[in-house]
């Protein structure tokens, strides 16, 4: 299975491109516990601080017993709604690999799933740093700046956190990614 799966790609914002008139959509899903909600916190900062307008919701369930979680952020010149409708998440980054196929019917025909295998496990500083590693691979697709996504990690944890956070982040954005159409 690879690491980072394109689903086809139609239509999706040229990765580094400049031009998001259009809305990019990306769902985050996971278990409680994992990280989901930081996650989608840290990715609404950062299309925040590129100056675009963001949108975010999130669907907890029964996370604090380590049930589904979801969150979804949309980003781009205007956004109108927090929620991606089914079909139309740009991007489906998934940090337990059980919720990719519950979450599938989400993403958009050429759409990107990202899974934990985007990232090796064995580098990361700790294992509750995978989040910020799938946020990694996740940024190697949108035009937003490396310099960006670490105001936004310095800002979402404690100085004591951020060094372990940079360095999964940057092992997820400068991993190998593998794309299948």
Known sequence: MNKVTNIALAGAPPSGGSSMSKVTNVVLAGLGGQGVLKATDILADVALRAGFDVKKSEIKGMSQRGGSVTGDVRFGERVFSPMV????????????????????????????????????????????????????????????????WLASLRAAFDEAFFEANKKAFLIGRNGKHQTDS
């Open 85 to 148: 409708p089914a079909g139309e998440a740009d991007f489906l980054l998934v940090l337990e690999p059980t919720q990719a196929a519950p979450n599938k019917r989400l993403l958009r025909p050429g759409g990107v799933l990202i899974t934990p295998e985007a990232v090796s496990s064995d580098a990361l500083p700790h294992k509750r740093t995978l989040n910020v590693a799938l946020l990694g691979a996740l940024s190697a697709h949108l035009p937003l700046s490396e310099e960006l």
